[in-house]
Each structure stands twice: as structure tokens, then as C-alpha cells.
């Protein structure tokens, strides 16, 4: 297995003032699957990461990463693994062709082996002929799928990527799930971390939600949506008239009155009221006949359960 992790425990700090963030996570990935690894900030995600690759001593439970015990092979295991940071740590007095060489240095790969396959990477990184381009010319989403051709000079059996579209417009991100889509179809496992729902959703053929140390659900993501939403929402926005327009009033007001009669639960966040139920006709038909209201119909998604089971509240 690419990733094992049974009763993972981490604590910082000693004795009464111990901070215990991650509170015994079982994980098992598959060969050649895509991974998520979700959670709000403060959930657990970046230790449990830092852990399974060796860089954080775990407090409890065990670790088997590409089949070698971590920590205590935690080097030898980094060899056969790829890493996309959530920064970008390119070198910025290499050419783009001398990060992917003197980063393959780093795995002991003789510069003779790598060089013949510098245009291969950067062709599959859509950035063929950026060989001799400096990291300053380059623009961000460059700058990250360069990053993403550097994890793969090793030829990783697994591929660790944290938050790799952060910051990147619609068409890099197109771009990096197709290649991410392609490396899981050649037999590559990623594991990927992302706060972009609809990323997960794409490209993930099971995901896990952590929150405060937990995980609170695993499965694919069309198994996590069925089990643990409703299956349509409406979104209710705008002024509403209420009763009269002297008393026109927000999404709000309508929703403490009327949600509970058409959908199974409400949720207010801003100037929208979500509605949550298995059949939004008789919903959609009332709102129809309720001045100053616009309506979003809409299949429940990946982002609803997260929302659901993590909270609206903002995280720091």
C-alpha cells in the first residue's frame, strides 16, 4: 500500500498544556487511487501530512509509507515519494531545466539520466520551451505546474500535493487536473489536500473529512454526498416584501417563517438561506409567489457536506 496510517496520535506540548491535534486517524490509500484530504484550517491536515512523511515525530500509532515504517525509514520512503508544497520553493537563480536537475541531484539521479527527460517534464507541465526561462519570468500558475514536473523526476510511487491550485486561474487549474488525471490513470497515487470542493469532487476517487483531529466521514464523493445530505438545495437570496412592502425584509426573515414548511433544514449564511430537501417543487412553486425573492436550484454537492459537518463559522 502507497499510505498506511493506523491510531495516528500527535500532542504538542507536555503534561495538563498538551495540544492534542490529530486524535487517532486511520488511513489506508490504494495504488494508484487520488486521495483528498479535507478540512477546514486548524483541522489536522498539514500534521497528519508532516507525519506520514517522516517530518513530524508522531506521538502515537503507526505509519507505513510505500511499504517502509515511518519514521524510522522515512528517508529511504521520501525517495520513492513526490511532493507539491502548499508554497512554491523553486529556485529562483536556476532555469526551469536546472531546478529539475539540481532538485533530481537531491534523489541521487545522475545528471546524465535526467537531463534526457527535462523536455518530457516540462512538455507534460505545459511548458514546452521554457527550458532556459528563469522562475522570476514565469507566471504563477507556471510557476506551480513547474512545481508539479519537479515532484516527478523520482518517478514517485506516491505524490503529495497540498493545496496545489491555490491562487491559480480557471485555465491552470484545467490544466494541472488533466495531468493529475493522467498520472492516476499510468498507476500514480496522489494524495491531495485542497479546500476547492468542486477539486476534490473531479478528481478524487475517495476523500476523507478531518475536523479538529477527526475524521468525521470517508468514502467516494458521491457516496459521502448521499449519505450525508439532502439531495437538492435552493438558494433564496434577495428583499423580500413579506407581507406588504413596508415590511420587506432579507432571505432571513422569509426563512424563519416559511423553510420549515418545504424543506427538510435551513441554514443562513449572509444574505442567503439554503434549503435542504428531496423534492424542491412545492419549495420552488411558493417561492414563485414571493416578491423580491431569486432562487438557485441546484444538485446538492461535495461542498454542502463539508459546510454540513464542519460548521460555516471562519476558521483562522
Not at 473529512?209 to 458521491?222: A, H, K, W
Not at 442567503?272 to 416578491?291: I, K, N, S
Amino acid at each position: 500500500m502507497p499510505l498506511v496510517i493506523e491510531s495516528l496520535v500527535k500532542r504538542f506540548g507536555q503534561g495538563p498544556a498538551a495540544r492534542e491535534v490529530v486524535r487517532g486517524i486511520d488511513l489506508r490509500l490504494r495504488p494508484g487511487e487520488c486521495f483528498a484530504l479535507l478540512g477546514p484550517n486548524g483541522a489536522g491536515k498539514t500534521t497528519t501530512l508532516r507525519c506520514a512523511l517522516g517530518l513530524t515525530e508522531p506521538s502515537g500509532g503507526t505509519l507505513t509509507l510505500v511499504g517502509l515504517p515511518v519514521p524510522e525509514r522515512a528517508r529511504d520512503a521520501r525517495a520513492r515519494v513526490g511532493v507539491v508544497p502548499q508554497m512554491d520553493s523553486l529556485d529562483p537563480d536556476f532555469t526551469c531545466a536546472e531546478n529539475l536537475i539540481v532538485f533530481a541531484g537531491y534523489f541521487g539521479i545522475p545528471r546524465g539520466q535526467i537531463a534526457p527527460r527535462v523536455p518530457e517534464l516540462l512538455a507534460f507541465a505545459g511548458l514546452e520551451g521554457k527550458e532556459n526561462a528563469r522562475i522570476q519570468d514565469l507566471s504563477g500558475g507556471m510557476k506551480r505546474r513547474l512545481s508539479l514536473a519537479r515532484a516527478l523526476v523520482n518517478r514517485p510511487d506516491l505524490l503529495v500535493l497540498d493545496e496545489p491550485t491555490t491562487g491559480l486561474d480557471p485555465q491552470a487549474r484545467h490544466l494541472i487536473w488533466e495531468r493529475l488525471r493522467r498520472l492516476t490513470a499510468e498507476g500514480t497515487t496522489i494524495l491531495l489536500t485542497t479546500h476547492f470542493m468542486d477539486e476534490a469532487e473531479r478528481l478524487a476517487h475517495r476523500l476523507a473529512i478531518l475536523d479538529q483531529g477527526r475524521i468525521l466521514v470517508e468514502g467516494s464523493p458521491r457516496e459521502v454526498i448521499a449519505a450525508h445530505i439532502e439531495p437538492q438545495v435552493v438558494e433564496v437570496f434577495g428583499d423580500w416584501a413579506g407581507d406588504s412592502p413596508a415590511t420587506a425584509s432579507g432571505a432571513a426573515a422569509w426563512a424563519a417563517r416559511h423553510a420549515a414548511d418545504y424543506s427538510q433544514r435551513c441554514e443562513i449564511s449572509g444574505e442567503t438561506a439554503f434549503c435542504y430537501t428531496d423534492d424542491a417543487a412545492p419549495l420552488l412553486a411558493h417561492l414563485a409567489h414571493q416578491p423580491g425573492l431569486r432562487t438557485l436550484h441546484r444538485p446538492a454537492n461535495l461542498e454542502d457536506v463539508f459546510l454540513k459537518l464542519t460548521g460555516r463559522e471562519l476558521r483562522d
